[in-house]
């Protein structure tokens, strides 16, 4: 049939012969590359339906078309159902299990909420498991993260399992796991640590207004001197100044005049 195609018409007619001798073994392995890479990336379900993507495959990989955003969605699910069945096999033959939680939002101020099972093999290796991880959605009080947390051991049975569990200190999820519920409760070393520094040293906290102003006055001030001769010693100056301010050193020295 070919023969009697047009030059134009034989070359689009030879692409589509490309596109169905593609074994189904190889589009089912291409198709899983893709998805693993959307899954490790974090990339937008149809990344791979998008006209630069599409243009790139084509040269790359001839015949072959990424999979659809519905086939990356139902693969997604089917993953983790498999992910909770073998979860489930994982933590059966175990007899003591530590859990640690957080809450946190992101950029665009969604909260979410995971929950982690730590424990040791049978050849004493050290491993985490993520066994919840969910959007949190409504007020973020004790009794919905302790509600939370209950579904999740519930529904893979390891509450007769549990030996403590570790937090930060904020009040909610404190409330919610003080009570014995999911063993002892553990506050974070490192969440403690972090508190420690950052208030010590006043960092990332919201300037005041007199705060502002006595540095940009310091500010201006030190980078005129820079320009001066000495450079490097006002330079060293300047930074210390600048540092003791950060650390509210001067602020309480006004305040106290």
């Given at each position: 049939?070919?023969?009697?195609?047009?030059?134009?018409?034989?070359?689009?007619?030879?692409?589509?012969?490309?596109?169905?001798?593609?074994?189904?073994?190889?589009?089912?392995?291409?198709?899983?590359?893709?998805?693993?890479?959307?899954?490790?990336?974090?990339?937008?379900?149809?990344?791979?339906?998008?006209?630069?993507?599409?243009?790139?495959?084509?040269?790359?990989?001839?015949?072959?078309?990424?999979?659809?955003?519905?086939?990356?969605?139902?693969?997604?699910?089917?993953?983790?159902?498999?992910?909770?069945?073998?979860?489930?096999?994982?933590?059966?033959?175990?007899?003591?299990?530590?859990?640690?939680?957080?809450?946190?939002?992101?950029?665009?101020?969604?909260?979410?909420?995971?929950?982690?099972?730590?424990?040791?093999?049978?050849?004493?290796?050290?491993?985490?498991?993520?066994?919840g991880f969910r959007q949190f959605i409504g007020p973020h009080d004790a009794?919905?993260?302790?509600?939370?947390?209950?579904?999740?051991?519930?529904?893979?049975?390891?509450?007769?399992?549990?030996r403590s569990i570790t937090t930060d200190n904020g009040s909610n999820v404190?409330?919610?796991?003080?009570?014995?519920?999911?063993?002892?409760?553990?506050?974070?070393?490192?969440?403690?640590?972090?508190?420690?520094?950052?208030?010590?040293?006043?960092?990332?906290?919201?300037?005041?207004?007199?705060?502002?102003?006595?540095?940009?006055?310091?500010?201006?001030?030190?980078?005129?001197?820079?320009?001066?001769?000495?450079?490097?010693?006002?330079?060293?100056?300047?930074?210390?100044?600048?540092?003791?301010?950060?650390?509210?050193?001067?602020?309480?020295?006004?305040?106290s005049t």
């Amino acid at each position: 049939m070919e023969q009697y195609l047009f030059k134009s018409q034989q070359k689009d007619y030879s692409v589509n012969i490309k596109k169905i001798s593609m074994s189904s073994s190889l589009k089912k392995k291409l198709h899983n590359a893709a998805i693993n890479c959307i899954v490790k990336d974090g990339r937008p379900f149809g990344d791979f339906r998008r006209e630069g993507m599409k243009k790139f495959l084509s040269i790359a990989v001839p015949g072959y078309i990424g999979p659809h955003r519905t086939t990356v969605a139902r693969r997604l699910h089917h993953l983790y159902l498999q992910y909770r069945k073998d979860l489930r096999g994982i933590l059966m033959k175990l007899s003591d299990i530590s859990l640690t939680t957080d809450l946190w939002k992101n950029s665009r101020h969604s909260h979410f909420i995971v929950l982690t099972a730590h424990f040791y093999d049978k050849c004493l290796k050290y491993t985490s498991l993520i066994i919840g991880f969910r959007q949190f959605i409504g007020p973020h009080d004790a009794v919905q993260i302790k509600k939370y947390i209950n579904y999740e051991i519930d529904r893979l049975q390891i509450r007769y399992k549990l030996r403590s569990i570790t937090t930060d200190n904020g009040s909610n999820v404190k409330s919610a796991t003080q009570g014995g519920d999911f063993g002892v409760r553990i506050s974070c070393y490192c969440h403690n640590i972090n508190l420690i520094i950052t208030e010590g040293l006043c960092l990332w906290k919201k300037k005041s207004a007199l705060r502002k102003y006595v540095s940009s006055l310091i500010i201006n001030l030190l980078e005129e001197l820079i320009l001066e001769e000495k450079k490097i010693f006002y330079r060293t100056i300047f930074y210390s100044i600048f540092i003791f301010l950060e650390c509210g050193w001067i602020q309480q020295q006004l305040m106290s005049t």
